[in-house]
């Protein structure tokens, strides 16, 4: 399947499995964003990167991990630093994305598509990418092993279905 059919696939069942939060994946020009209803737009936007699958399911991921009251605020009301981060900065960064990126995981795996960790910085302090990595491995061996929270799990059972995927295994290699 071509990754532009995947990717409409994709917005469809996010449309639907998720229509009761009043909440639809928008396919983006450039940078990631999500925007809570406004007196404009009477509905809440996920909205991801130049049409890119997994920039999707990234995306996702951190709207399954936004309570209640973030979900009203632009970006979750979280700050982002762009590319060009300082080794703190990083370090933040890095601290906040296992969780996303393990979910985003998850989902790479119940729709039979590559995952890659990702640590956003081209341009900024080199990152350990590879301790990073491991840190993503475990939360979703711990997500794995005790569940997704409860939307992500829920998305889960609708790509495998979605996809055609029976068995969620997999590693980075």
Known sequence: MK?????????????????????????GDDEPLYAPQDQH???????????????ALHEIAH??????KRRLQTDYGYWYEPDGRNEKQQAEFELVEVKPQA???????????????STDN???AQPNTEAFAKAVETQLGVYMENGFPPRAQ????????????????????
């Open 103 to 117: 979910i985003e995981w998850g989902f790479s795996l119940a729709s039979n598509h590559k995952f890659r960790v």
């Open 3 to 27: 990754e532009n059919e995947k990717v409409r696939k994709l917005i469809e069942l996010f449309d639907v499995t998720f229509q009761h939060y009043n909440t639809r994946l928008i396919l």
């Open 154 to 173: 829920v998305f889960i059972h609708a790509l495998q279905k979605t996809f055609n995927v029976s068995s969620m295994c997999g590693s980075l290699a």
């Open 41 to 55: 737009i009477p509905y809440h936007r996920i909205i991801f990167a130049h049409g890119f699958f997994s920039s």
């Open 122 to 124: 081209l341009n900024g």
């Open 63 to 68: 709207w399954c991990l936004a309570g209640e």
